[in-house]
């Protein structure tokens, strides 16, 4: 037990997050922007972003640069800003905002110790499925893996042991970074979708004979949670299919009894390519995206997957997925149809089957949606006015 907290505590670290221990006192900077406005908001996700200058620029996940629009957003609204940890308690000071939004501990609290009829009122940022649903299909795929595998693999999912569940079951509005899956996980009434913002580094233009080499080539490219993002599916898959390559990006080492199990598989195939993990902005994931024609994701559980959107705004690939990945696949792409093997090589099956001519037309329609709707500039945009409606309506 002792191991698993401290791999959460560095996986959380790794994203931005932090767990706070039991002497921790919370922390709140108060109006970050140093404005005189008449109404107070209380951001409550990466308070580190307005600790250090350099943490906003830091582009390892997409929450710094997130946490930064959100509260410059409250701010051109009219609000002074008061900034928290997501891991922190607000006590006893919350009925003195008008708002709360982000997500995490302070969201729970507030909607537990205030009158219904009283401020403040609560916008919760989701960033992916209703964690209730997440979790449970996190655990089936555990489930799964140890009906093969013999060994439960809790490490290697996206299990939320810390769920403040109020917050998405409560809330007075959700503003969901995710598209249609996703939402179906919620409830129907006082939501609205946001795309999730990735960051985009490179433009990549190949030749029909580099698009005839690259339909054989996919890329994994994830985090933590290498069993929730379907991991151990492609990599079996891949090793059926000798006349495709797998490129696996992601730092999975650190799941040590997931890359146990996995890395003699790894390494005695060669088609299959370990690269650990590798920087966004660096030519190396730039020449690994230019080799690959798909990006393949089987995921449990995500909220518009940003690690899927990011090679496909950074290349143009086309993608490989599960419903539960939660990209709308509009005129291009593969489903893959269930959490399995079977499906999985069903899928890769499909995407060799595209002439050259479909594989790019599907990568230039790729291109269009994500460098649109995927952008930093489009989200501050979007969610200022998805925040105005809340806002309004609550």
Sequence with gaps: MKYLKLLIRN???????????????????????NTTYNRTALVSYIQNVFEDARNQADERHTNR???????????????????????DDIE?????YDIVIGLGKSLDSVLSKRSSSKKPKVIWFGTGCNPLFSNTATIKRVDDFYKKHGKIVLTSSRYIKEDWVLQHEFADWIILHGSTFS???????NISSIHAPVFIKHNI?????????AKQNFIWFGSNGAIHKGLDLVIDAFTERKDCTLHICGDIENEVDFFKLYSPLIKSSSNIKYHGF??????????????CAFVIYPSASEGNSPAVLTCMANGGLVPVVSKNADIDLNGYGILIDEL?????????????????????AQSKLVLKETTRFNSFNYFKEDFKLKLQEAIKTI
């Design 278 to 291: 590798v920087n966004v902005e660096s030519d190396s994931f730039k020449k690994i995206l230019q080799s």
């Design 340 to 360: 399995t093997i079977e499906s999985v090589s069903s899928a890769v099956q499909k995407s060799q089957d595209l002439s050259v001519s479909e594989l790019k």
């Design 11 to 33: 996986i959380l670290a790794g994203l931005g997050y932090s767990i706070s221990n039991s002497t921790h006192k919370a922390k709140v900077l108060c109006n970050v922007f």
């Design 205 to 213: 233009t190949r030749t029909d004979n580099e698009w005839a080499t």
């Design 65 to 87: 640069l997130t946490t930064a629009i959100i509260a410059e957003t409250l701010r051109d609204l009219g609000y002074n800003v008061d900034v928290i940890n997501y891991s």
């Design 92 to 96: 006893d000071r919350f009925n003195t």
């Design 183 to 189: 939402r179906s996980t919620y409830r129907k009434e």
